[in-house]
């Protein structure tokens, strides 16, 4: 390993390894898209997808060996030990970098289905990343704004319809999606402009995982509450962990019972929606305080400042 190296070598050597990894799968994948693209069997792009998944899962697998090529780092992981290949699920955590979706597609590769993210349907149409999500079959959905509604009612519910047939295909094929609830990565600013009630989490938005429970919530086997803590790590976790300074990375993984989200009630009884909401909120308190006990534990803050807020 070559941790003894000063940070700025490290960076160095960090941003030009993930970079030329990066480019080499994301090329293989893309390419593998105008492949799907023009195969007329449904067969077939199923076949070519797993390929898809399979140069995905190498893609975290070098950023691992990267990862150990340069960092000391210690991975302290819990709750893998039930986790399935080929089961559904629906993932919600905490978002603290841009490194988090390299952390946890790394950890969670050889336990569950690849990662996939729900996506903006206009992304679909930017090169390279509209072609290989699409290869990788992430979801694209649609999302009339409020104005549009307001302007043409009979849209209301299309959203949902288009999303529920664009995930038709994840009933034959096992599938994980994360939500990354606070809609936002966590920042002391953004952290005191909300004036949130917790120590280390922005406030959760119950509408983006509703949206997805609605659209195939009868397709999960469970939800993963996943929690990620760099006890080390200052603003940035992303520049720490490429300069060198971050020395361990917390995970821990929770099974819950998925959630019944009924739609029609849900976007039209305001009840209902508070309901789902208190659920979420009271999810996101012990995870603030989970977050809290797993400092205390690596040293990164006190056991006295149990009750106080940043």
């Known amino acids: 390993m070559l941790n003894f190296l000063p940070g700025s070598v490290l960076y160095f050597m960090s941003s030009l390894l993930l970079i030329i990894n990066t480019t080499i799968w994301a090329g293989l994948i893309s390419l593998g898209g105008i492949v799907k693209l023009l195969l007329p069997f449904t067969a077939g792009r199923n076949f070519l997808t797993k390929i898809m998944n399979r140069f995905m899962w190498a893609w975290a697998t070098c950023n691992g060996g990267i990862l150990y090529l340069l960092a000391d780092i210690e991975w302290d992981i819990e709750g893998l030990d039930n986790l399935e290949k080929d089961a559904w699920y629906l993932l919600i955590s905490n978002h603290l970098s841009g490194?988090?979706?390299?952390?946890?597609?790394?950890?969670?590769?050889?336990?569950?289905?690849?990662?996939?993210?729900f996506l903006k349907r206009e992304l679909m149409y930017m090169p390279f990343?509209?072609?290989?999500?699409?290869?990788?079959?992430?979801?694209?959905?649609?999302?009339?704004?409020?104005?549009?509604?307001?302007?043409?009612?009979?849209?209301?519910?299309?959203?949902?319809?288009?999303?529920?047939?664009?995930?038709?295909?994840?009933?034959?094929?096992?599938?994980?999606?994360i939500n990354y609830v606070e809609g936002s990565r966590f920042t002391k600013e953004k952290h005191r402009r909300q004036d949130s009630p917790y120590r280390y989490l922005l406030r959760p938005k119950a509408g983006g995982i509703a949206f997805t429970l609605s659209a195939m919530g009868e397709q999960f086997t469970n939800l993963l509450n996943v929690t990620l803590v760099y006890p080390e790590a200052k603003d940035d976790p992303l520049s720490d962990v490429m300069h060198g300074k971050i020395k361990k990375i917390v995970i821990r993984v929770q099974v819950l019972p998925v959630p019944e989200v009924d739609n029609q009630r849900y976007f039209s009884e305001p009840q209902c929606r508070v309901e789902f909401q208190r659920w979420l909120n009271q999810i996101w308190e012990e995870k603030d305080e989970q977050i809290h006990q797993l400092m205390i534990k690596h040293g990164a803050v006190e056991a006295d400042e149990i009750n106080t807020k940043p």
């Open 99 to 117: 490194f988090d979706i390299a952390a946890q597609t790394y950890v969670l590769r050889n336990h569950i289905p690849m990662l996939k993210f």
């Open 129 to 177: 990343l509209g072609l290989g999500c699409w290869a990788l079959d992430m979801p694209f959905m649609s999302r009339t704004s409020p104005a549009k509604l307001k302007k043409n009612p009979k849209l209301k519910g299309k959203d949902l319809i288009s999303t529920r047939r664009a995930c038709e295909k994840f009933k034959t094929m096992p599938t994980s999606i």
